[in-house]
């Protein structure tokens, strides 16, 4: 004998048919008909090109290393002005924020940023002039079949953070500087300008996860409709 369809099943697979039988207009006469109809289009296994999870991964990368940035920003603000160098020195790492960790469990993701001149020498890493240019567009690769890869330039586009990388003697406090060299012995990562690119973001992204990004971003969502009265 053969298996019965969970009724949950059954009555999805009825109304599928059912709206599938019906012209757009005849769908309106159905109670609720649209909401169904973009419900049973969610529903469906969506197939992802190659193109798509290229997309996918701009949109994933973007929206990563954007969250981390702007924390960045937040953070340096309140830090430096709460205790000066000392107090914000250990919170430039976005990428070991908490927020920036829950998102890339979520999107299978694995983030760091990388410098020919870092401040830690665990950040090293050879960095291309023309990765660096301040307009080169974001590199997006497919290392394996599994694997997708998202960079971007980091782009000194605050003043604040001159405290730390500008021009020691000048933006750079030589008590300031005395502490970063304590913490990092071998610092490179100071006389830099207003617009310099100091690095990159690269991150690794998990085909699961890219997928999953996908289907979330390019899912349909109804609009509630006004009341008619």
Not at 217 to 225: A, E, G, I, S
Request: net charge positive; hydrophobic share 40%.
């Amino acid at each position: 004998m053969r298996p019965a369809f969970p009724a949950f099943s059954s009555g999805i697979l009825a109304l599928s048919l059912l709206l599938t039988g019906c012209r757009p207009d005849q769908i309106e006469h159905i109670e609720n008909g649209k909401q169904i109809a973009t419900t049973l289009e969610n529903m469906a296994v969506k197939r992802i090109l190659p193109a798509d999870f290229l997309r996918a991964t701009r949109w994933a990368g973007d929206s990563l290393t954007g969250q981390a940035d702007r924390e960045l920003r937040r953070l340096l603000a309140d830090k430096l002005q709460a205790g000066g160098v000392a107090s914000a020195l250990p919170y430039c790492r976005p990428e070991a924020y908490a927020s920036t960790d829950s998102l890339s469990l979520v999107l299978l993701a694995t983030p760091g940023r990388l410098s020919s001149r870092p401040r830690n020498p665990q950040n090293q890493a050879p960095i291309s002039a023309a990765e660096l240019r301040p307009d080169t567009a974001r590199l997006i690769k497919r290392l394996t079949a599994d694997v997708f890869e998202y960079q971007r330039p980091i782009l000194l586009s605050d003043a604040q953070c001159l405290r730390c990388h500008g021009e020691v003697g000048k933006d750079v406090a030589a008590a300031d500087y005395a502490l970063i060299k304590q913490k990092y012995p071998q610092d490179q990562a100071t006389g830099y300008q207003l617009g310099d690119a100091m690095g990159v973001w690269r991150v690794s992204f998990a085909r699961n996860g890219i997928a999953e990004f996908y289907t979330m971003k390019t899912r349909k969502v109804m609009k509630p409709r006004k009341p008619l009265f």
